[in-house]
């Protein structure tokens, strides 16, 4: 019988003034009886509203109605046809305006917590221990994906199902990109990213880091010197934009990609770190997004007194709201309706202070949200000695500018089409941030599959 109580299960937590001076993990999970309890709100919707908004299209009603009967394995098994990484969307991706939104549980109350279901089954299966992965039978076919973010890794797990030889070429150091250097440990624990990239590994995926395609290698010699018979580009976005104000070049402003990288995955903020970030008293961080709550709580879990400096209202903050209701608990301020204009620094060229202005509400921009306004005479100077922009990004142009016949936008995204992730270029695809621009973990996979799919076809026919 289903549980018609009207409200989630609370997720157990860290407490707020606790989790703000660590790293671990903030959200708990469910334990077995509160993952059942949950699993039973669901009403199995026989026309399954909740799939239409997934973007990898998982059988949500199946999975969780296995976790109501507590047979946890058969969930994880009906998850992982469909996703690589469950522990990892479980945990970042955005089901309220996904999934959760679609559910009728909804419509009267809150919506089954369909990520929360979905971490805790990811979870359960790895507390179970390892476990050998049968490797597909090689189909003779080898294809080469350039990037290891989450686009990378869905696109290279379900060639790699179907037998394809595939190598994953990583620029940084350590395979993973934005899940190991944007996204904190406090929301997603790198060993989760680790023990998911191991699995495809067991699949038979090679990863190569270190190997920055556009400098070591071209796409073009991928493909006629090393033989790789297709190649999936999934660079990501992360080439950082400022604002262009005075005083963006003093000792003490960052990007938020530069910061969350050396926090992150370098661990710079370790004493005995060989390049230590810095370890400011007050910070101030430019953006409303998850970038921009990522950012801030890390300095403030490195003793900052930390503010978020936005220029719209709570209303249009694209930040998730449990982001954003994390980042209050834990003691960051909020000063909205106010825009940067000018940092100021000293003689030694250190940052001392930013000057804002107050903001208004006009009309609607392009994006549907009320277009912020300066209000003339309302400047005032924040007391800071460190400031983040966390304003967006956009595609690295390296592999735009070494790869001949590439169609990109204006801005910088390649150019694909939209049923295949085909490029201009025969064989060569792409999907996630290189091409939307800085969007979500679950876009970028289903981009990813969406194109392993297409490759697949592409391969095949060529052998007809």
């Known amino acids: 019988m289903a549980n018609m ?150 696109c ?45 590994e067991k699949l038979g995926v090679k990863i190569e880091t270190n190997m920055v395609i556009g400098k070591v290698t071209s796409v073009q010699e991928l493909m006629q010197e090393y033989g790789f018979e297709a190649v999936f580009i999934g660079t990501g976005a992360g080439l950082p934009k400022f604002m262009r104000i005075p005083g963006e070049n003093l000792k003490g402003v960052f990007s938020a990609n530069e910061f969350l990288t050396r926090v992150n995955l370098m661990k710079a903020y370790q004493d005995d770190s060989a390049t230590p970030v810095m370890k ?9 997004g998850n970038v921009a709550m990522d950012a801030a709580r890390c300095a403030k879990r490195l003793g900052a007194e930390v503010t978020i400096v936005y220029r719209r209202s709570e209303k249009e903050l694209p930040a998730r709201a449990e982001e954003v209701e994390h980042a209050k608990e834990e003691g960051i301020v909020f000063k909205l309706l106010n825009n940067p204009v000018r940092i100021l620094g000293d003689d030694q060229f250190n940052v ?36 983040i922009m966390a304003i967006g990004t956009s595609p690295n142009p390296l592999i735009k500018s070494t790869t001949d016949g590439l169609a990109t936008e204006s801005w910088g995204g390649i150019i694909v089409d939209e049923a295949t992730g085909a490029t201009s270029i025969p064989g060569v695809y792409a999907g996630g941030d290189a091409v939307t621009g800085a969007a979500t973990v679950i876009l970028a996979m289903g981009a990813g599959k969406t194109a392993a799919a297409a490759m697949d076809a592409y391969i095949q026919k060529k052998q007809s």
């Open 280 to 288: 400011a008293k007050r910070v101030a961080v430019v953006g409303g």
């Open 352 to 387: 001392t202070g930013m000057e804002c202005i107050q903001m208004t509400l006009g009309e609607p921009d392009e994006s549907g949200r009320r277009r912020p306004v300066e209000k003339p005479g309302s400047e005032f100077i924040v007391d800071v000695d460190c400031v």
């Open 5 to 154: 109580r009207m409200d989630k299960n609370a997720m157990p937590e860290q407490a707020p003034n606790v989790r703000n001076k660590n790293f671990k993990e903030v959200a708990l999970g469910y334990t077995p009886e509160q993952a059942m309890d949950e699993a039973r709100r669901c009403l199995s919707c026989k026309h399954k509203p909740c799939v239409s908004g997934c973007p990898v299209g998982v059988d949500i009603p199946a999975f969780i109605a296995e976790v109501a009967r507590g047979d946890f394995s058969a969930a994880y098994d009906i998850l992982s046809r469909d996703t690589s990484l469950p522990a990892i969307c479980g945990r970042v991706c955005p089901q309220e305006n996904q999934c959760e939104q679609k559910c009728v549980r909804g419509l009267k109350g809150q919506s089954v917590a369909i990520g929360r279901l979905e971490r805790f089954v990811a979870d359960w299966k790895m507390a179970q221990g390892e476990e050998t992965a049968a490797a597909p039978v090689p189909n003779g076919h080898k294809v080469a994906v350039i990037g290891s973010g989450p686009s990378g890794l869905a």
């Open 156 to 200: 290279a797990g379900d060639l790699a199902r179907k037998g394809y030889a595939v190598t994953i070429f990583e620029a940084l150091h350590a395979a993973g990109g934005v899940l190991v250097y944007g996204i904190p440990e406090f929301r997603l624990p790198k060993d989760i990213v680790r023990r998911e990239i191991a699995g495809l």
